[in-house]
């Protein structure tokens, strides 16, 4: 299901943990299931719980409870946009709107060419970088104007 080397950074994040609590690695095995497919199916989620020995329901609750898991098809860019009260009030919500005009798509769509997802997100404790942007759950990207935006995208679309 997954492949040599997700398998060995799974393996890696368990050994963090008492060798009864496999599943505390879950979070981990994920994100790195997410990394190598692109986005989280039953089937993948149900072998990372045979793997770590836990039921699939507990990895469902995991998988739906945080939205930096993808639980259908994305974009090749995921791009998160903080619109918490603190990001909204030092231009969240403009970057986000002005996203959406330069996308041309909403929150949870993604565009024609599947280059790019549009995610509104909760607080990334950076309030005092806002806007801020994440990009694939791994990038962050503060002080977002319209021109770094339009940068962004252009490095993006390389």
Avoid at 88 to 114: M, P, V
Avoid at 121 to 149: T, Y
Wanted: hydrophobic fraction near 40%.
């Amino acid at each position: 299901m997954l492949n040599s080397e997700s398998i060995k950074k799974i393996d890696a994040e368990v050994k963090k943990y008492p060798s009864n609590q496999r599943q505390s690695a879950v979070m981990s095995a994920l994100a790195i299931a997410q990394d190598e497919k692109g986005w989280l199916t039953n089937e993948i989620m149900d072998f990372v719980a045979h793997y770590l020995g836990m039921p699939s329901i507990a990895v469902y609750e995991v998988a739906t409870f945080y939205n930096m898991y993808n639980l259908k098809p994305t974009g090749k860019y995921k791009i998160t946009v903080c619109t918490n009260l603190p990001c909204s009030l030092s231009g969240g919500n403009d970057a986000a709107d002005y996203l959406k005009q330069k996308l041309g798509i909403d929150f949870n769509q993604i565009t024609d060419n599947a280059q790019f997802a549009l995610k509104e997100g909760e607080c990334m404790g950076a309030c005092g970088d806002a806007p801020v942007l994440l990009i694939n759950n791994k990038r962050m990207c503060s002080f977002m104007s319209q021109e770094k935006i339009d940068r962004l995208l252009e490095e993006l679309n390389k």
